[in-house]
């Protein structure tokens, strides 16, 4: 039964499968934050640990942070299994080349309301599944060679509020 699930008991006389996962999605909780399932949300915080977080998660909603984003960028886990990540409002003034690249299987990425100025063109790599990046209310002025071809399903792509965009072959 659903109700059994992740409830500390276990259920199955043969193995203890119903709490296996939930153990490990329990203990990889970071403190303050809210954990529900695959998803980690954290509002408000400082965050300069993510080695708690579960690398079997799903969406990471980290908006409203203070995060130093290249340090946040090498620090970043291996998050493969990764479709929703939100970075909205985290004082990002920039993005490494390729800081997504173990992110494969992002469909939906929010750097909204930061200060990013530039996409140089390995940043995105690898994004093969992006659907929709917001990039609205940045200070972005130039979009260098190619950034967003690897974007292959590229569905929407939210520019809006930023200075003058100057592209080439975007």
């Known amino acids: ?39 980690f949300i954290c509002y408000n915080e400082t965050l300069s640990d993510f080695s708690q977080m579960s690398i079997a998660v799903k969406a990471v909603i980290l908006n409203y942070n203070t995060i130093s984003f290249k340090d946040f960028a090498t620090k970043l886990p291996a998050w493969k299994s990764v479709v929703i990540f939100h970075l909205q409002s985290c004082n990002i003034l920039d993005l490494s080349l390729q800081t997504f690249k173990n992110n494969r299987n992002l469909k939906s990425l929010d750097l909204s309301n930061n200060s990013i100025s530039q996409i140089l063109p390995q940043t995105l790599c690898c994004m093969t599944n992006l659907i929709n990046p ?14 967003f071809i690897p974007v292959t399903n590229l569905r929407v792509l939210d520019l809006s509020n930023n200075l003058y965009i100057n592209s080439q072959c975007m």
Not at 3 to 21: G, W, Y
Not at 28 to 39: F, G, H, I, N, W
């Open 1 to 39: 039964a659903k109700h059994e699930v992740c409830d500390d008991i276990i259920h199955c006389n043969d193995s203890s499968d119903d709490e296996k996962l939930c153990i490990n999605l329990k203990a990889k909780c970071p403190l303050d934050c809210e954990c529900l399932a695959l998803s």
């Open 134 to 147: 917001k990039l609205n209310q940045n200070n972005i002025s130039g979009i260098q060679g190619h950034a």
